[in-house]
């Protein structure tokens, strides 16, 4: 994997950790070869079970209904109503749609997040046009797979993609979703196992895309099988290149998927691109973040344009859950890139790639900063954006006020 993901991913999981203290149901890219995370363990078991092999290559899919104008939404830390008012009030904006992420410490947080839903169902039902994107942990525990270390259900005990595959999950996936109709939630777009492609989650697919693709099958037909839940959406949602494999190499099929999304940051270790020289004229930075954007976000193996293709071939809309500009530790990033915003945004908006919806990742941590919002006051974290320019160009582009 790269460096960015563990950074991002070590910034979610702090976050998660401060959750797990609080009452037990109250508890967020093709690179060159990258480096494992330092508590990975390798895996190469794959299902021999006939049923879960990748669909054979098909017809393309009637299009999709195009998207007049796709929907803008925000994550701003768990349970983050106020930081999405304060996003949409900021873009001059009515309606922003929510992400959100489920801590994968526990099953308990998995099959019965009421510290979530409490606070989401009642900002869904407060006005009209509001909807939560719900990112959901399919294995519980470290990225290792040894398994919940706290908790009440599965202690110590591995989990694997093959075990959810044979159906030792299902009830905390059932439970899930009986809580999401019992709480209003029941039309939530859901984002199980996202980031399959990369190693940074117990739920990885490499070596495995046989039991990922019976395990999310099981999970989706599971979750529309209790009552209400034939609402409920599910994004197949990969991130942005190659990584670990092919994402496309665990496709479940199209019955099986609503949304194809993938997440995209500013951030890349192609040769000419970043680190950004700090001699560098404006010229040269110039060129090294069109080079990013064209050889890397856009034009890669595995970037936006192959996903927009693979949208339309399998009749989805594309999604982009994730995205944002990046200062890191890495150095691999853009900085303050309005030529990112500027390029997402011609993309976002372009109806040849049908983007149903994307949420802007507006958060800060020690070490990777995206904010492109002031945020809010007295919140506890790191408010306001150490991007002038691409906020400036944000806001121009996806707010109100032209």
């Given at each position: 994997?790269?460096?960015?993901?563990?950074a991002r991913r070590?910034?979610?999981h702090?976050?998660?950790?401060?959750?797990?203290?609080?009452?037990?149901?109250?508890?967020?890219?093709?690179?060159?070869?990258?480096?494992?995370?330092?508590n990975?363990?390798?895996?190469?078991?794959?299902?021999?079970?006939?049923d879960?092999a990748?669909?054979?290559p098909?017809?393309?899919?009637p299009?999709p209904?195009?998207?007049v104008?796709?929907?803008i939404?925000?994550?701003h830390?768990?349970?983050?109503?106020k930081?999405?008012d304060?996003?949409?009030q900021?873009?001059g904006r009515?309606?922003?749609?929510g992400?959100?992420?489920?801590?994968?410490?526990t099953?308990?947080?998995?099959?019965?997040?009421?510290?979530?839903?409490?606070?989401?169902?009642?900002w869904?039902?407060?006005?009209?046009g509001r909807r939560?994107?719900?990112?959901?942990?399919?294995?519980a525990?470290?990225?290792d797979?040894s398994?919940?270390?706290?908790g009440?259900?599965?202690v110590?005990?591995?989990?694997?993609l093959?075990?959810?595959?044979?159906?030792?999950?299902?009830?905390?996936?059932?439970?899930?979703?009986?809580?999401?109709?019992?709480?209003g939630?029941g039309?939530?777009?859901?984002?199980?196992?996202w980031e399959?492609?990369?190693?940074?989650?117990a739920?990885?697919a490499k070596?495995?895309?046989d039991?990922?693709?019976?395990y999310?099958?099981r999970?989706?037909?599971t979750?529309r099988?209790?009552?209400?839940?034939?609402?409920l959406?599910f994004?197949w949602n990969p991130?942005?290149?190659?990584?670990?494999?092919?994402?496309?190499?665990?496709?479940?099929?199209?019955e099986?998927?609503?949304?194809?999304?993938?997440?995209v940051?500013?951030?890349?270790?192609?040769?000419?691109?970043?680190p950004?020289?700090?001699d560098?004229?404006?010229?040269?930075?110039?060129?090294?973040?069109?080079?990013?954007?064209?050889?890397?976000?856009?034009?890669?193996?595995?970037?936006?344009?192959?996903?927009?293709?693979f949208?339309?071939?399998?009749?989805k809309?594309?999604?982009?859950?994730e995205?944002?500009?990046?200062?890191?530790?890495?150095?691999?990033?853009?900085?303050?890139n309005?030529l990112f915003i500027?390029?997402?945004h011609a993309?976002i908006?372009?109806?040849?790639?049908?983007?149903?919806?994307?949420?802007y990742?507006?958060?800060?941590?020690?070490d990777?900063?995206h904010?492109?919002s002031?945020g809010i006051?007295?919140?506890?974290?790191?408010?306001g954006?150490e991007?002038?320019?691409?906020?400036?160009?944000?806001?121009?582009?996806?707010?109100?006020?032209?």
């Amino acid at each position: 994997m790269n460096q960015t993901h563990t950074a991002r991913r070590a910034g979610l999981h702090v976050v998660m950790l401060m959750l797990t203290a609080m009452p037990l149901s109250a508890c967020a890219r093709e690179e060159p070869a990258a480096k494992p995370a330092a508590n990975a363990v390798a895996t190469k078991t794959q299902s021999t079970n006939p049923d879960a092999a990748t669909p054979a290559p098909a017809e393309p899919q009637p299009a999709p209904p195009a998207i007049v104008d796709p929907v803008i939404g925000t994550y701003h830390w768990p349970n983050g109503t106020k930081g999405v008012d304060a996003f949409g009030q900021w873009l001059g904006r009515d309606t922003v749609w929510g992400l959100d992420f489920i801590g994968a410490e526990t099953w308990d947080s998995v099959g019965w997040p009421t510290w979530w839903l409490d606070a989401w169902s009642k900002w869904v039902e407060a006005k009209p046009g509001r909807r939560l994107i719900f990112s959901i942990p399919i294995l519980a525990g470290p990225v290792d797979g040894s398994g919940p270390t706290q908790g009440a259900k599965g202690v110590g005990v591995p989990v694997s993609l093959e075990r959810g595959a044979a159906g030792e999950y299902d009830q905390h996936i059932r439970d899930l979703a009986n809580n999401l109709v019992k709480y209003g939630l029941g039309d939530t777009i859901l984002r199980p196992g996202w980031e399959f492609n990369g190693d940074w989650y117990a739920w990885r697919a490499k070596g495995r895309t046989d039991a990922f693709i019976a395990y999310w099958r099981r999970i989706v037909t599971t979750m529309r099988s209790v009552p209400g839940g034939d609402a409920l959406k599910f994004c197949w949602n990969p991130t942005l290149g190659d990584q670990q494999f092919s994402a496309d190499e665990a496709w479940p099929g199209d019955e099986y998927v609503d949304y194809v999304g993938v997440d995209v940051y500013d951030e890349t270790w192609i040769d000419g691109a970043y680190p950004l020289p700090a001699d560098a004229s404006a010229e040269e930075i110039e060129r090294r973040r069109l080079k990013a954007w064209n050889d890397w976000h856009y034009g890669s193996k595995r970037g936006l344009a192959f996903w927009s293709q693979f949208a339309k071939d399998h009749g989805k809309p594309l999604a982009i859950p994730e995205w944002g500009v990046v200062r890191a530790n890495h150095q691999h990033c853009g900085l303050d890139n309005p030529l990112f915003i500027e390029r997402m945004h011609a993309f976002i908006t372009d109806p040849a790639n049908n983007v149903a919806f994307h949420c802007y990742f507006d958060v800060n941590t020690d070490d990777l900063r995206h904010q492109l919002s002031p945020g809010i006051p007295d919140s506890g974290h790191r408010e306001g954006t150490e991007f002038p320019n691409a906020a400036k160009r944000f806001r121009e582009l996806f707010g109100t006020e032209k």
